[in-house]
């Protein structure tokens, strides 16, 4: 493999506007896009809880969706980190792990196409590709991160996620309207609506995954293999900086924070009784809001840094999940409920680029892959809290489980002030 380009050069062009953007840089912003399209089809706490709950699952399945994405991502990182650190080049794992993800995906619409008559088998099988998709994302997403910090230089990065971001926001926007389509006016039944957003979402997703696959990878200096037990007794290590500590425990708030998030769409189909194809209406205000909170985080980033960008964010998280309670009390109707993902998606965006950047930034190049790998198998056990706010509604209703969520959101502002600022 040859050489990449050089990087683009930090300061802006004669015309004071920043440099273009370089081969790397243009295919990492393209697989962002596609990634947020695929987003957009298949978002876990709207259309996969939404087709979950039209199978009748009980409230703890709902909970382990999201838990499954985001823990089953997270978990495995540390003993990628074992693997991948040594490597000068990152992208063939990812490659292969893309792979593995294209074909769970491509399960998942079979499943839905054809299984939906019997729905414990359907609904097992679909959340066991689910889950081995969970884990592969989980490989690709060290490796992700590394390509990502070696061909963007740090003061590029908020403008790099910003542009990934907010383009990618507006695409997501349309699949919205395309899943509210497909489940309203289309008439297309179900299970067969669901088969179809599920395949939409499977070709983005592989298309930007065979984009991100083309990134020409600068090789990494020559590291001695430290194996897996090497990895994980250099934790305590990890855990001496005071500046990793700060950001795991606010990290950690968070994910214990996120038991509410996939019981927004069931609250409003089993207690609000909105019909289906409002979940394409939440849809478009969960990916409608990114784009112009985008714009907004990355202001925030490029003159306060991230830790005013998580700060703020944990502000946004709080208020969905207290918004969701209000609109119920008070029968404000769907249109007042979208206001839960537009609160959800602002936070869920500021997240994105506060907690990537934060983390790259804190992290020494020579130990970045065990900074990343220990953080998310931590954070990742903690994101499968899900399932006990499944377990607390179907014993107590939605309402503790939204009010648990605030709380833990308020004290994820509070340890934000422990947090480093960037340099």
């Not at 695929?38 to 996969?48: E, H, I, L, T, Y």
């Not at 609904?123 to 990502?148: D, H, K, Q, R, Y």
Request: proline residues 8%; glycine residues 10%; aromatic residues 12%.
């Amino acid at each position: 493999m040859s050489d990449p380009p050089s990087p683009v050069p930090l300061s802006p062009g004669h015309s004071g506007r920043p440099a273009a953007w370089n081969r790397n840089e243009r295919l990492g912003i393209l697989n962002g896009w596609a990634v947020f399209t695929g987003d957009g089809f298949m978002s876990v706490s709207v259309v996969v809880a939404g087709f979950a709950a039209r199978l009748g699952a009980p409230n703890w399945v709902i909970g382990l969706l999201p838990a499954i994405a985001g823990g089953g991502w997270m978990l495995p990182q540390l003993l990628v980190a074992a693997r991948v650190r040594p490597l000068p080049y990152k992208l063939p794992v990812y490659r292969s792990a893309a792979l593995v993800r294209t074909v769970t995906y491509l399960a998942m619409v079979l499943v839905a196409a054809f299984l939906a008559d019997t729905p414990t088998l359907c609904l097992s099988l679909f959340v066991l590709a689910m889950l081995i998709n969970a884990l592969a994302s989980g490989v690709s997403g060290l490796p992700f991160l590394e390509v990502v910090s070696k061909t963007v230089p740090p003061a590029r990065r908020p403008r790099f996620f910003g542009t990934r971001n907010l383009y990618g926001g507006l695409l997501a926007f349309g699949a919205g309207l395309l899943v509210r389509w497909i489940l309203g006016p289309s008439g297309l039944e179900f299970p067969y609506s669901y088969a179809l957003i599920f395949g939409l979402g499977t070709v983005a997703f592989t298309f930007g995954y065979w984009v991100f696959g083309r990134i020409q990878e600068p090789p990494d200096p020559p590291l001695v293999a430290q194996g897996v037990r090497g990895e994980f007794r250099a934790i305590p290590e990890t855990l001496r900086d005071p500046h990793f500590r700060a950001f795991l425990t606010v990290r950690l708030l968070l994910a214990g924070a996120s038991m509410s998030e996939p019981f927004f769409a069931a609250n409003a189909l089993r207690e609000l009784n909105f019909p289906a194809a409002t979940l394409g209406i939440f849809v478009m205000a969960l990916t409608g809001a990114a784009p112009l909170s985008n714009v907004m985080w990355q202001r925030v980033a490029e003159r306060n840094g991230s830790r005013r960008i998580i700060r703020y964010a944990s502000v946004f998280y709080g208020l969905a999940p207290l918004a969701a309670l209000l609109v119920g009390a008070l029968d404000l109707g769907a249109w007042a409920y979208l206001w839960v993902f537009v609160l959800s998606s602002v936070a869920a965006q500021g997240f994105n680029l506060g907690h990537t950047n934060h983390l790259l930034n804190i992290a020494p190049p020579e130990a970045r892959s065990r900074y990343i790998g220990t953080l998310n198998t931590l954070v990742g056990a903690a994101l499968f809290t899900p399932v006990l706010g499944g377990l607390v509604a179907d014993a107590a209703g939605y309402t503790p489980v939204f009010l648990m969520s605030a709380v833990l959101c308020a004290l994820a502002w509070w340890q934000c002030g422990r947090l480093r600022r960037d340099a």
